[in-house]
């Protein structure tokens, strides 16, 4: 005869009690899920690891947005856009202006934008992206699309979008 376990468990409204039977052993194949299942988790930390060192690194040296503290939910814009691959079959003019809308009130550098693009998809046809990207960026600023903001030193010049277009047609 198997023994029977009682277990309780209480909410804020109620007590629920489940009544198990216990198995007489766990067969070869359960024990092999078993084994398959600590594994898989065991891997998935250590990769939620690394991946929280790696956007550390990256918000630290600022190449990330940081619209968010370093240790908290990651960037739901970021999120969609590798997720998605959001500018793999879009124009770099294109994807920066989606950016600069999307992060609308933030500053943000030419490295920080190369970096979304790039989470996003967009394959460069170019070596030098960080130039593409700051070229287009400026074209950007000259035609009215969004501000810049001319800052000197390793970083460069930050850019935001205008909520109206300066130049715009009325």
């Not at 198990?20 to 359960?30: C, K, Y």
């Not at 593409?132 to 074209?139: A, K, P, Y």
Request: net charge positive; with cysteine; aromatic share 8%.
């Amino acid at each position: 005869m198997t023994a029977k376990k009682h277990l309780t468990s209480t909410n804020a409204t109620r007590t629920i009690a489940l009544h198990l039977e216990e198995p007489a052993s766990v067969d070869a194949t359960t024990k092999a899920l078993l084994k398959k299942l600590q594994d898989l988790e065991r891997q998935r930390w250590r990769i939620n690891r690394e991946i929280e060192a790696i956007q550390t690194a990256l918000k630290l040296a600022g190449i990330t947005p940081t619209l968010h503290d370093a240790f908290s939910v990651p960037d739901p814009n970021e999120w969609t856009y590798a997720h998605d691959q959001t500018f793999a079959q879009s124009q770099l003019n294109e994807a920066c202006k989606q950016i600069l809308k999307d992060y609308q009130g933030k500053w943000l550098t030419k490295a920080q934008v190369e970096y979304l693009v790039t989470r996003g998809g967009y394959k460069f046809a170019t070596e030098n992206t960080k130039n593409s990207v700051d070229v287009t960026l400026r074209r950007l600023a000259a035609d009215g699309f969004c501000e810049a903001e001319r800052v000197r030193g390793s970083r460069g010049n930050k850019y935001r979008f205008f909520a109206e277009p300066k130049n715009a047609d009325a």
